[in-house]
């Protein structure tokens, strides 16, 4: 039975003139869209043009009003009155489009307006003043029914006013806000704008009557193409049949790719639940014990970071490859995911036998694997877990034996080691932890300290404040960093967390202009998991953005391993580069950077690791590893920062061996808030007070 015949010409009409119509209206708001923002450009570039002649003309006599700032309404209206500036505007924007003026300072206050009650209003909080405080002028168009103007109030006009910067030596000391009456301007485009519709609604008619024309040829063709394929059918039917049966085969293929690993060939973790499961109650019936060894590469990341993926899957075939041939026929080997491999032991003396298997499959992975012409050394680390002594099911087993794989990493690597009840123990605190620290902004729990560095070019000068992270949880009491950090990282909960920490940081460091407590930037720490994100950069910039910092005034503390784990390391430094934000390697010399790879960096310092300050005066190798990265520094134009200088010799040695700038408990310890505010008061006092 034939379906009914299908009509083009019958839908034509009505579609047609749903499209035509939703055309129509597109590009009627296009054409409005457009128009209106050439109108916006031109009249801007007007406004910025009359901008710089008033600030030519008269920035002289507003300059001291607007960087003294601090004043009463009254007293900036009384200055205006005796400086004329009303007059004085209003002649010299006579004759122009120009009908308002104001000037902020750059809290946002009003410091003159050609309306003298606006005199004196906050505009700080207004997006096109923040916009211009930041260097972008901004424009805006509206309609008015009722405008103060220069000679007096207008009825019922269109203006476009615009937030300029004004600039002096390239920094920004002042706003500028001008209207422009662009009425006459909208009315010719308003004008305009409908020739331009009517044409296009003439156009639209023919296109619809030519978009006929070719429908009915193309019913025509439909219906001789129709015959055509009822004539295809017949050989399709046969096709389908030939294809089924290798539907078939491919369903088979299908099946073992859901259960293997496509990489390695061995089961996957799907097959392997399975076949412990069937396992455990095989053990159950015939009373007796199987053992699950849980194999995890030693340090694969780093041969997938430096040598790449292609070469990791290699190594990895290889390691399936080693595993297998030390296995007994009847043992189960998969690929669970990364380079995780776990190995299922079925048999009577599962206690005696694992060990032994254990031990195998270590020695057949420390034999030196030749890929590609080069070397390379692997370890495994392995955790052995029983059934039923250690888990009474498969997730069981995995859980005991991956949290014995993990004590073995602790140990040393290279190694295996069996389940003990207290590695549970290990793990649920961790959990206890993790789950505490998620909630810790909710309760408020998170704060930040401060800790000072001091540079010496004329005596001990505070230049700059890292602010560092600390918990003190109600349930935990106060955390050390030591023991939350490396688990924010594990868990990807670092991302959130140096995210507010870099917020704070900002704020706070405005909040410290604002109140007098001049300091030069402050440095904030950033993780590997920041690095790698995709939307970094434009964090970094929104809480320079929200804050009102100047980029130059932050500086971001970069771990020199960190930035050879991350992807495109050196495209996410070149953006903040571009973005203004000052670069920092952190523990510098215990990384593995190539100097080729460093001198590609926007980087402005080098923090020498504590490790290395510690052994001045007892290890003369730790000496002149400091005094190599001084002299790298000072060859590549950058900054030396010591941390963790604790004693005056270490100090006096840094000093002289031209290192730039110190921190440490010597000098200053991490500080709450007002304790770190009452030090560098202290600190500025002693500068200028010797």
């Known amino acids: 039975m034939h379906a009914p015949r299908f009509r083009l010409t019958r839908y034509f009409s009505l579609v047609s003139l749903l499209v035509v119509a939703a055309v129509g209206g597109l590009l009627t708001w296009q054409v409005q869209e457009r128009a209106e923002a050439e109108l916006l450009h031109m009249a801007e570039r007007r406004n910025e043009a009359m901008a710089a002649v008033f600030v030519n003309a008269l920035w002289a006599e507003f300059a001291p009003a607007v960087r003294a700032g601090g004043r009463s309404a009254e007293s900036l209206r009384a200055l205006a009155l005796t400086g004329d500036w009303q007059g004085r505007s209003t002649r010299l924007m006579a004759g122009s489009e120009i009908i308002k003026v104001k000037v902020f300072d750059l809290h946002g206050i009003t410091v003159f307006s050609s309306d003298p009650q606006q005199i004196g209003e906050d505009k700080r909080g207004n997006e096109g003043f923040r916009a211009a405080r930041a260097g972008r002028a901004t424009s805006t168009l509206t309609h008015r029914d009722r405008f103060d103007a220069f000679e007096g109030t207008r009825s019922d006009i269109d203006v476009i006013g615009s937030y300029v910067p004004v600039f002096e030596q390239g920094a920004v000391v002042g706003v500028l806000e001008t209207y422009q009456d662009v009425t006459g301007f909208v009315k010719r485009l308003r004008a305009t704008t409908r020739s331009l519709l009517l044409g296009l609604a003439a156009a639209m008619g023919f296109l619809y009557a030519l978009q006929l024309l070719f429908v009915r040829r193309a019913q025509s063709i439909l219906d001789e193409q129709g015959s055509q394929l009822r004539a295809s059918y017949g050989e399709l039917e046969r096709r389908v049949a030939e294809r089924t049966a290798e539907l078939e085969q491919a369903r088979g293929r299908l099946d073992h790719l859901a259960h293997h690993d496509p990489l390695t060939g061995l089961a996957n973790r799907l097959l392997c639940s399975d076949h412990l499961r069937r396992a455990c109650a095989k053990a159950e019936r015939q009373q007796h014990q199987l053992a699950l060894l849980y194999i995890d590469l030693d340090r694969f990341k780093e041969i997938n970071d430096t040598l790449g993926h292609a070469v990791g899957d290699e190594l990895l075939k290889e390691v399936a490859r080693r595993l297998n041939r030390s296995l007994r026929r009847g043992d189960l080997l998969a690929r669970i995911g990364g380079d995780e491999f776990v190995c299922v032991l079925d048999c009577d003396d599962a206690v005696i036998e694992a060990p032994q298997l254990a031990q195998r499959l270590i020695e057949a992975l420390v034999e030196p694997i030749d890929l590609g012409g080069q070397t390379h050394q692997m370890s495994a680390s392995i955790g052995i877990s029983y059934y039923p002594a250690d888990g009474s099911n498969g997730d069981a087993l995995f859980h005991a034996a991956d949290a014995a794989m ?253 290192c730039d700038q110190a921190q440490g408990f010597l000098l200053s310890r991490p500080l709450p808030l007002p304790a770190f505010e009452a030090h560098w008061q202290a600190a500025s006092r002693d500068l200028h007070h010797p």
């Open 406 to 658: 993990y004590a073995a990493k602790a140990e040393g690597r290279n190694r295996y080691q069996f389940y003990r009840p207290e590695l549970t123990a290990v793990a649920m605190d961790r959990a206890r932890l993790l789950r505490s620290l998620r909630s810790a902004r909710v309760h408020d729990e998170l704060s930040l300290h401060y800790q000072m560095k001091l540079r010496w070019a004329d005596g001990r000068t505070p230049a700059g404040v890292e602010a560092l992270l600390r918990w003190h949880s109600a349930e935990l009491g106060t955390v050390s960093p030591a023991r939350f950090i490396g688990v924010a990282e594990e868990s990807g909960l670092i991302v959130e967390l140096g995210a507010w920490v870099l917020e704070q940081a900002c704020v706070q460091l405005v909040r410290w202009d604002r109140e007098g407590l001049q300091l030069p930037h402050v440095s904030v720490n950033v993780s590997v998991r920041q690095l790698e994100r995709s939307d970094f950069v434009e964090r970094v910039r929104g809480a320079l953005q929200g804050s009102g910092l100047a980029p130059q005034r932050l500086e971001l503390e970069i771990t020199e391993s960190v930035i050879m784990k991350a992807d495109n390391a050196l495209e996410a430094l070149a953006a903040l580069d571009r973005l203004g934000v000052r670069l920092a390697v952190d523990d510098f010399g215990t990384g593995y950077s190539s100097l080729a790879y460093l001198k590609r960096m926007p980087i402005e310092a080098l923090k020498v690791d504590r490790s290395f300050v510690a052994g001045i005066g007892a290890q003369l190798g730790d000496e002149a590893i400091i005094r190599a990265v001084i002299a790298l520094a000072r060859s590549l134009g950058l900054e030396t920062v010591a941390e963790g200088v604790e004693t005056e010799a270490q100090l006096a040695f840094l000093r002289a061996e031209g």
